[in-house]
């Protein structure tokens, strides 16, 4: 079977008022849908620089009352499964509610491993995963650039269904994930689809702002998980 298509129209029906462009201010709709979690940033590679969307999400999540918080590594530059996983879990611990994961490239890549209980270390209790929004997961065996040894601890990427809802975004000039891989993802981890356009690594460099295509993915992400936490596999 192949994974759900989501769809801007199909994402949030109100599109326009979920979240007017060029503003900073959240719809009521959405806090609202985003109240019963605490709201995780999983940041990629190097990390998220304060022009990233996730970055620009973190600020307005905060700014309108709700729980969100930013994995922190200690090297962003040199990852290992190891020490990202520990960050990865340790974070989780701290959270009080069902977790909306909102993850970046290996950020989404770790996420997932995570979620599976694919991890090389002990995790402490954590919250339950409520659901993921896995943006451009990095695949290191696709990517031709020099970073792609980086992560190439992390690969191949799992390819289990996930035990909560997910949302899979990709680009089609993604140098780090061609979209017949998106889908293959997505329908391997149960995730809905979303097709992002032509936005590269949908990172820093693709100058999305507050991104409403992907915050719109998140408010349907969140309707979806609240019924529907599930804890950790490990």
Do not use: C
């Not at 989501?6 to 979240?19: D, G, M, Y």
């Not at 462009?21 to 959240?26: D, E, I, N």
């Not at 309108?64 to 290992?80: F, N, Y």
Request: net charge neutral.
């Amino acid at each position: 079977m192949m994974p759900r298509f989501l769809r801007p129209s199909a994402v949030a029906t109100t599109s326009a008022a979920t979240l007017p462009a060029f503003t900073t201010r959240l719809s009521p709709a959405l806090v609202r849908a985003l109240l019963p979690f605490d709201l995780v940033i999983v940041p990629g590679l190097f990390g998220s620089g304060e022009d990233h969307w996730q970055s620009i999400w973190l600020s307005l999540f905060q700014a309108h009352g709700l729980s969100a918080r930013r994995v922190e590594q200690q090297d962003w530059a040199h990852p290992t499964p190891e020490a990202w996983h520990t960050a990865f879990a340790h974070t989780l611990a701290t959270a009080r509610k069902p977790v909306l994961l909102i993850a970046h490239s290996l950020g989404a890549i770790l996420s997932v491993q995570h979620g599976l209980g694919q991890t090389p270390t002990t995790s402490p209790p954590s919250s339950p995963i409520a659901g993921a929004l896995l943006v451009a997961p990095a695949d290191g065996t696709y990517h031709q650039g020099p970073d792609a040894p980086r992560i190439a601890a992390f690969m191949p990427p799992p390819m289990q269904a996930l035990p909560f809802p997910a949302t899979v975004v990709f680009s089609h000039n993604d140098p780090w994930l061609a979209p017949q891989k998106a889908h293959s993802l997505a329908q391997s981890w149960g995730a809905s689809l979303l097709d992002a356009g032509y936005n590269g690594h949908i990172g820093q460099d693709a100058g999305l702002d507050h991104w409403p295509l992907g915050l719109n993915a998140l408010h349907a992400l969140a309707l979806t998980s609240h019924t529907r936490p599930q804890p950790l596999s490990a």
